[in-house]
């Protein structure tokens, strides 16, 4: 045996273990996403718990992935995220399925997480991909659906914050950045720091509309009146400005479907998984800290594999989902009901008793013997 | 329900009260024991200064002012968006007077700063062993614990007393203010406007 000494009853930090009203309250959560999924004709995908290490990329997520050496000397891993397992599946197991498909899953996904840092290593993601579907149709579709779900969940206060990975990327382009610079830049503007741009970019000696632009991604506002604004302030660069545009297209779409008062912009958002290329979002709820879901358009990822098609998806926390509804006292899961004590005069009179109760429908526990 | 906001007993507090007192919004009276204080529409938390940065990032407090050494120390994964212009100083590098560190292959760093310390010799390829503290860093070099330090210097007077002088520099820092990343949005107007409110004051 190797590894760091441990008591009987120790558990590994980050593992996770679930008794009594949270797991019941786990299920119904999961339960009511899961119907919102299928309500739209999505359909259930179970992928393998590991696979290829190189599925899951080289990205942010390398570094936090649990990856072993399989019996035959290949590289593999724990899954440490869902969409690249089902980018690969679209690509190999459905090859023969026309596009667009409509796939959904729900499961664990590990990641390696510092135990410092109190986060969990297991962590129970439910989401969709909406794959090979045109653009903005697609990315408003998965929007409502992400809205439907926060009010299947009776969910209060909760935000779709949008943004456009286009722009930062427009603009930095613009701007003659790359490498370092980019992410020094992206560093800043991920933490809405204006100054903090303002002085990265004069270091490089940019100046003029573009840092305009790059400085405004951290101060512009949230509102429909946002939009507006970052049309005229990104005019200088057409990709940027695209972005907006598209952005803007999905937006009137969800408010002419009534969801207007629940989305926000947030062109500052620049951070997350490295194989989004278009719109990007997050969900946000007053009474929890961090996000409860996200998502986004992942147009290159599906080329990877093998069958080039555009796509877009999101996922929901399970863990964060069912903390925010404890929280805001939703969904208390009620108790089951008391169950009927079943006993007899011998073992095989109270089974049989039981196995009678059982049959109409009741709660039984077998006692008394 | 009110915002909550998060601030240290330590060095900031008093520039944080004439901020807050200078944009118009209520500030606790500071006196006893007590650590979670109301005053007017705020919830004031009292915490360690490396704490503010966790209980913002957990979205526990809403808001806070934290040194911006203690953001880069933490990690955080927090909004900035207002550097508040008081509590300025420097994280520095700081040795024995006279002292050559060249010499030694691996050198012995202490401080209350172990990730910024580590990101910054590793960073440039040095072999280090980080000797982490909870305080009084100053004393470590002559006592042999550590080669050097690294921690915060305003007038440098303290490192002056203990022999040390600042060799080289490792960041800047001041007071930020901090905001949590989910009530950002999802409380977006009442954010903005101790944001506004907070901007107009250090402008």
Request: hydrophobic share 45%.
């Amino acid at each position: 045996m190797s590894g760091t000494p441990h008591t009987r009853a120790q558990i590994p930090a980050g593992a996770q273990c679930f008794v009594g009203d949270e797991a019941r309250r786990r299920r119904a959560i999961e339960a009511r996403v899961l119907s919102v999924f299928e309500g739209w004709d999505y359909e259930e995908i179970i992928p393998p718990l590991f696979d290829y290490a190189d599925v899951f990329g080289d990205g942010a997520l390398a570094s936090k992935t649990y990856s072993f050496v399989g019996r035959d000397g290949s590289l593999l891993a724990l899954r440490p995220d869902f969409t690249s397992l089902l980018a690969k599946i679209a690509a190999g197991r459905l090859l023969d399925r026309p596009a667009p498909m409509r796939l959904y899953y729900s499961g664990e996904v590990l990641r390696y997480e510092p135990p410092q840092a109190g986060r969990q290593s297991e962590l129970h993601q439910m989401g969709l991909e909406h794959l090979g579907g045109a653009g903005r149709a697609a990315d408003a579709e998965v929007l409502a659906i992400a809205a439907e779900c926060l009010d299947a969940l009776d969910a209060r206060g909760c935000v779709l914050a949008l943004g456009h990975v286009g722009v930062f990327g427009g603009l930095a382009a613009a701007a003659g950045l790359a490498g370092d610079d980019v992410e020094t830049l992206r560093e800043r503007i991920s933490r809405r720091d204006p100054e903090g741009v303002a002085s990265a970019l004069r270091r490089r000696g940019i100046g003029g509309a573009i840092a305009d632009g790059l400085v405004g991604l951290t101060t512009l506002g949230a509102g429909p009146e946002a939009l507006d604004q970052a049309v005229e302030r990104f005019a200088c660069c057409p990709p940027a400005a695209r972005a907006v545009g598209e952005v803007a297209e999905v937006v009137a779409a969800l408010a002419a479907a009534g969801l207007g008062p629940r989305l926000a912009l947030d062109l500052g958002e620049v951070r997350g998984l490295d194989y989004y290329t278009g719109l990007v979002f997050r969900i946000y709820a007053p009474d929890l800290g961090f996000e409860v879901g996200a998502g986004g358009r992942y147009d290159a990822l599906l080329a990877r594999f093998g069958r080039p098609m555009p796509a877009v998806g999101f996922m929901l926390g399970l863990d964060r989902l069912e903390r925010l509804l404890e929280r805001q006292g939703r969904l208390g899961a009620a108790p089951p009901p008391a169950a009927e004590v079943v006993s007899g005069p011998s073992l095989g009179a109270a089974l049989s008793r039981a196995r009678e109760r059982r049959a109409q429908g009741a709660r039984v526990r077998l006692g008394g013997s | 329900m009110s915002l909550t906001v998060a601030l240290s007993k330590g060095k900031l507090l008093s520039g944080a009260e004439s901020l807050f007192r200078r944009a118009g919004l209520p500030f606790p009276a500071a006196e006893g024991r007590r650590l979670v204080v109301s005053a007017e529409g705020l919830r004031f938390l009292f915490v360690r200064d490396m704490d503010v940065p966790t209980y913002v990032e957990h979205g526990v407090a809403d808001c806070g002012i934290a040194g911006r050494d203690v953001l880069l120390e933490t990690g955080a994964d927090v909004y900035e968006p207002l550097d508040l212009g008081f509590g300025r100083c420097r994280l520095v590098v700081a040795q024995p007077r006279g002292a050559t560190l060249g010499r030694r292959s691996t050198i012995r760093v202490a401080t209350r700063y172990p990730r910024v310390t580590a990101a910054h010799f590793l960073g440039r390829g040095v072999p280090t062993e980080v000797v982490t503290l909870a305080g009084s860093v100053e004393i470590a070099p002559g006592l042999g614990l550590a080669d050097c330090i690294v921690d915060v210097v305003e007038t440098g007077r303290t490192l002056e007393e203990n022999g040390l002088e600042a060799v080289e520099d490792v960041a800047a820092s001041s007071a930020r203010l901090v905001v949590n990343r989910a009530g950002f949005h999802a409380r977006r107007e009442e954010v903005a406007r101790l944001i506004e409110a907070l901007r107009r004051a250090v402008a």
